[in-house]
């Protein structure tokens, strides 16, 4: 028996406001994304992408349409539900990080396990583990603001990881990152994916789409482009400083 895919977005729009101040966020968006799959989605400021996203990762409801995760109707479920399936299936990494300043790297990543009422060995081994999976197993011990911004980002994949969830949700991910630890949260990203880890990532970047197998373009709230892109030869090119003129 086939598995379902991860993602089952069917014929999906989103209308904010109504009459003259009315917005169509997105217009009939379908998208089936398999397991194991590395997609980034890229397009223009206001083209939907956000909305997308936001859909995506069950924060967002959509006008019309259905939504399936894993062969279940995001539509038909209740909060609590709902809650449940965001805690247990989806792992998200945002630009801004959002972790908790005062909490340690390894109290962070146990979070979305507490919330998931974990007992608190089996989430602590968890959470080393996935510290230890992005690097960071020697700070695991240091708050955020003792981190560099290419860590921070790292703590927050290893909390998006700790629950194994079946899709990895990142929004644009490097786009508060130099270029050295662009590389280092990409490279991490491209070895989950090899791992079998299903990837979904928000993108205007070029350079950082180049990692994804398949690019999907928006353009006012329409899909214009889904292409697979070639296998590259070996892992992609590490970024490199701009030189300056």
Same mark, same amino acid.
Do not use: W
């Given at each position: 028996?086939?598995?379902?895919?991860?993602?089952?977005?069917?014929?999906?729009?989103?209308?904010?406001?109504?009459?003259?101040?009315?917005?169509? *966020?997105?217009?009939?968006?379908?998208?089936?994304?398999?397991?194991?799959?590395?997609? *980034?989605?890229?397009?223009?400021?206001?083209?939907?992408?956000?909305?997308?996203?936001?859909?995506?990762?069950?924060?967002?409801? &959509?006008?019309?349409?259905?939504?399936?995760?894993?062969?279940?109707?995001?539509?038909?479920?209740?909060?609590?539900?709902?809650?449940?399936?965001?805690?247990?299936?989806?792992?998200?990494?945002?630009?801004?990080?959002?972790?908790?300043?005062?909490?340690?790297?390894?109290?962070? +990543?146990?979070? &979305?396990?507490?919330?998931?009422? +974990?007992?608190?060995?089996?989430?602590?081994?968890?959470?080393?583990?996935?510290?230890?999976? +992005?690097?960071?197993?020697?700070?695991?011990?240091?708050?955020?603001?003792?981190?560099?911004?290419?860590?921070?980002?790292?703590?927050?994949?290893?909390?998006?990881?700790?629950?194994?969830?079946?899709?990895?949700? *990142?929004?644009? &991910?490097?786009?508060?990152?130099?270029? *050295?630890?662009?590389?280092?949260?990409?490279?991490?990203?491209?070895?989950?994916?090899?791992?079998?880890?299903?990837?979904?990532?928000?993108?205007?970047?070029?350079?950082?789409?180049?990692?994804?197998?398949?690019? +999907?373009?928006?353009?006012?709230?329409?899909?214009?482009?889904?292409?697979?892109?070639?296998?590259?030869?070996?892992?992609? &090119?590490?970024?490199?400083?701009?030189?300056?003129?």
């Amino acid at each position: 028996m086939t598995a379902a895919p991860v993602l089952d977005v069917r014929a999906v729009g989103k209308v904010y406001g109504a009459g003259d101040a009315q917005v169509r *966020a997105l217009r009939e968006v379908s998208l089936s994304v398999e397991h194991g799959d590395f997609v *980034a989605i890229m397009g223009a400021s206001g083209s939907g992408k956000s909305t997308l996203m936001n859909i995506l990762g069950c924060l967002d409801v &959509p006008t019309s349409g259905r939504y399936l995760v894993d062969g279940t109707d995001v539509g038909r479920l209740d909060e609590r539900r709902l809650a449940v399936l965001r805690n247990r299936k989806i792992g998200f990494v945002f630009q801004s990080f959002n972790l908790v300043p005062r909490m340690s790297a390894l109290a962070n +990543v146990e979070l &979305p396990l507490a919330y998931g009422g +974990v007992a608190a060995g089996v989430r602590r081994a968890r959470a080393l583990a996935a510290l230890e999976r +992005v690097g960071l197993a020697d700070r695991v011990r240091h708050d955020p603001n003792e981190l560099s911004g290419g860590q921070q980002q790292r703590v927050a994949v290893a909390r998006a990881l700790v629950t194994a969830p079946s899709l990895l949700l *990142a929004d644009e &991910p490097t786009g508060n990152l130099d270029t *050295a630890s662009t590389a280092d949260v990409l490279s991490i990203l491209d070895g989950l994916n090899d791992a079998g880890r299903t990837i979904v990532m928000i993108t205007h970047e070029d350079d950082v789409a180049t990692h994804a197998k398949r690019i +999907v373009r928006l353009v006012d709230g329409r899909i214009v482009e889904d292409r697979r892109q070639a296998a590259l030869d070996g892992p992609p &090119p590490r970024l490199a400083p701009a030189v300056p003129r």
